[in-house]
């Protein structure tokens, strides 16, 4: 290993507040497919550090809200979890972490932006997971992680963390009104690399909501956002109102 590699993952270790006795097995979790597919002396990806992390990390959150949560029946426990190991959570405290800048990827990979991608970052952080609980043992593993959910859980239980506004939609929608959101994908700008989507929501026949993002994922989340509060917070725009008034 380069001593300019070395040098950033002990910054990594010391920002992270982890210690790998194996330095190999980390920068390991940071090597993507796409990296060892241009690259002959270096073979192996993170792809099965990441199949580890993603079950030592589903136990360590599962245990935690087990314990703290002994009131909740196990439909409640599984939302939160859904939303804490989420790939926007995941991908969100990756780049905190400065993994966006330790990733080892291939050129066709770093020319298409594959460094903000949440899902390559957000599988990159289950690979550190999966990595330091190799090297550490469950214990130290478990503290890593509940270092870095315990906050995004609480943000959870306190009602302040960012909602899936697609499933409040169409769960209210759904109760409501017996019917279902419907996205329409009204434009798109910018090159292939940086495309910019713009979507609209529609309830029967009636656009309820607009909003735009660098995927059709993020654009239905956004108008999705604007037509449940629209919705349910300020009554207007009810999807019961014939389309045109």
Do not use: W
Not at 10 to 22: A, I, L, P, T, W
Not at 86 to 92: A, N, P, W
Not at 102 to 111: D, P, S, V
Not at 177 to 202: A, C, E, I, N, W
Request: avoid cysteine.
């Amino acid at each position: 290993m380069k001593p300019e590699r070395k040098k950033l993952l002990k910054h990594f270790e010391k920002s992270s507040g982890v210690r790998f006795k194996n330095e190999a097995l980390l920068d390991l979790a940071f090597s993507h497919r796409s990296f060892s597919n241009e690259n002959a002396d270096h073979r192996e990806n993170n792809e099965r550090l990441e199949f580890l992390g993603d079950s030592v990390l589903g136990l360590v959150v599962s245990s935690y809200l087990f314990h703290i949560l002994a009131d909740r029946a196990e439909g409640d426990l599984a939302k939160i979890k859904s939303f804490v190991v989420s790939e926007d959570i995941l991908s969100g405290l990756a780049r905190n972490l400065g993994i966006d800048q330790l990733l080892l990827i291939g050129k066709g990979e770093e020319n298409s932006g594959g460094r903000t991608k949440k899902a390559l970052l957000a599988d990159a952080l289950e690979a550190v997971f999966g990595a330091y609980y190799l090297d550490a043992g469950f214990p130290d593993a478990q503290k890593f992680i509940l270092e870095l959910l315990v906050p995004e859980i609480n943000n959870v239980l306190e009602d302040r963390h960012k909602k899936d506004y697609k499933t409040l939609l169409q769960e209210y929608v759904q109760k409501t009104h017996k019917s279902y959101p419907r996205y329409v994908l009204m434009d798109k700008t910018g090159p292939d690399h940086d495309k910019t989507f713009f979507m609209d929501v529609q309830v029967n026949g009636k656009t309820l909501g607009s909003g735009s993002g660098k995927n059709k994922k993020e654009a239905e989340q956004e108008a999705a956002g604007v037509a449940y509060r629209a919705i349910t917070e300020t009554g207007e725009g009810s999807p019961a109102d014939p389309p045109g008034n």
